[in-house]
């Protein structure tokens, strides 16, 4: 790898067919390397399919321990989801539910295991594991996935921080800025005992602009230091926090593909930064 890599994962791959059609046009455009793929959203199967006919995108786990559907029967995991199989609502409701050890963190094993076999039964190769709002770095879950990396091919893991917690400092009141910053802190604790799994040094959303601007996102590329660095991106996206439209726009420029030639920018995936390439 060249002095400056950088990794741009679109996150939400297969959460609906926007997305899906946004990050293949990522990937033909040459911007788009990565995907994270949430295995039990509605359109995983057709993000699956199209991922297979393009070997050159790396296509990782995107873990969903809130806000979603989960992958396993509610009998198995009953103290984990509500009586429509929905797992807890919020990031902060998940992070103090799974506090609790015993049966609870036994169900949430059961969870995590499989959404990691329904990946590996596409037949992709799993290159990474994110986590959706970043759980994959709680405590009880980091240790699970250590457990597994005994089972299952897991090599790397993203490790965010800096910006990448943005969505915690937007609580109102002081005990959500409360609970916020514990939430900061328990995170930040995992990703400092994540090092057993590789991953970039750096991760950092493509454009932090609402709207995102051709421009802003040439500048972020030209500020790229030593290292390898995640750019995450969600093309696509019809969630109100992201600007969907804009960055299924950015992740097909011409300009930013430019951007990343003019910068002397190293594009690569996380299998390869998992083997060294």
Same mark, same amino acid.
Not at 19 to 34: L, Q, R
Not at 61 to 89: F, W, Y
Not at 235 to 262: C, F, H, K, N, W
């Given at each position: 790898? !060249?002095?400056?890599? &950088?990794?741009?994962?679109?996150?939400?791959?297969?959460?609906?067919?926007?997305?899906? =059609?946004?990050?293949? /046009?990522?990937?033909?455009?040459?911007?788009?390397?990565?995907?994270?793929?949430?295995?039990?959203?509605?359109?995983? =199967?057709?993000? *699956?399919?199209? /991922?297979?006919?393009?070997?050159?995108?790396? &296509?990782?786990?995107?873990?969903?321990?809130?806000?979603? +559907?989960?992958?396993?029967?509610?009998?198995?995991?009953?103290?984990?989801?509500?009586?429509?199989?929905?797992?807890?609502?919020?990031?902060?409701?998940?992070?103090?539910?799974?506090? *609790?050890?015993?049966? %609870?963190?036994? +169900?949430?094993?059961?969870?995590?295991?499989?959404?990691?076999?329904?990946?590996?039964?596409?037949?992709?190769?799993?290159?990474?594991?994110?986590?959706?709002?970043?759980?994959?770095?709680?405590? !009880?879950?980091?240790?699970? #996935?250590?457990? #597994? /990396?005994?089972?299952?091919?897991?090599?790397?893991?993203?490790?965010?921080?800096?910006?990448?917690?943005?969505?915690?400092?937007?609580?109102? $009141?002081?005990?959500? @800025?409360?609970?916020?910053?514990?939430?900061?802190?328990? #995170?930040?604790?995992?990703?400092? *005992?994540?090092?057993?799994?590789?991953?970039?040094?750096?991760?950092?959303?493509?454009?932090?602009? *609402?709207?995102? !601007?051709?421009?802003?996102?040439?500048? @972020?590329?030209? @500020?790229?230091?030593?290292?390898?660095?995640? #750019?995450?991106?969600?093309?696509?996206?019809?969630? $109100?926090?992201?600007?969907?439209?804009?960055? /299924?726009?950015? &992740?097909?420029?011409?300009?930013?593909?430019?951007?990343?030639?003019?910068?002397? %920018?190293?594009?690569?995936?996380?299998?390869? &930064?998992?083997?060294?390439?």
């Amino acid at each position: 790898m !060249t002095a400056r890599t &950088v990794i741009i994962t679109a996150d939400d791959l297969g959460l609906w067919p926007e997305v899906n =059609d946004a990050v293949m /046009a990522g990937y033909d455009a040459g911007i788009i390397t990565s995907a994270s793929l949430r295995v039990g959203a509605r359109a995983s =199967d057709a993000a *699956r399919n199209s /991922a297979a006919m393009r070997p050159g995108l790396g &296509v990782g786990l995107h873990l969903v321990l809130c806000e979603g +559907q989960a992958t396993m029967p509610r009998k198995h995991i009953s103290d984990l989801v509500d009586s429509g199989g929905n797992l807890p609502g919020q990031p902060m409701e998940a992070a103090w539910l799974f506090r *609790r050890g015993g049966g %609870l963190r036994k +169900q949430l094993k059961t969870e995590i295991r499989g959404q990691i076999e329904k990946f590996l039964a596409s037949g992709l190769f799993m290159t990474h594991i994110s986590g959706h709002h970043h759980l994959h770095l709680h405590p !009880t879950v980091l240790s699970i #996935l250590k457990e #597994l /990396a005994n089972d299952y091919p897991i090599s790397a893991l993203r490790k965010p921080c800096g910006a990448m917690w943005s969505w915690t400092r937007r609580r109102r $009141g002081w005990d959500r @800025r409360l609970e916020a910053k514990a939430m900061r802190t328990m #995170l930040g604790w995992g990703r400092l *005992r994540a090092g057993v799994f590789k991953g970039p040094e750096r991760v950092e959303p493509l454009s932090v602009e *609402r709207p995102v !601007t051709e421009h802003g996102a040439a500048a @972020r590329l030209s @500020r790229i230091r030593p290292g390898v660095t995640e #750019l995450v991106c969600h093309p696509g996206s019809l969630l $109100g926090r992201y600007d969907g439209v804009g960055e /299924a726009s950015l &992740v097909t420029s011409t300009a930013v593909r430019s951007a990343l030639v003019e910068a002397d %920018l190293e594009l690569a995936s996380y299998r390869e &930064v998992a083997e060294g390439i």
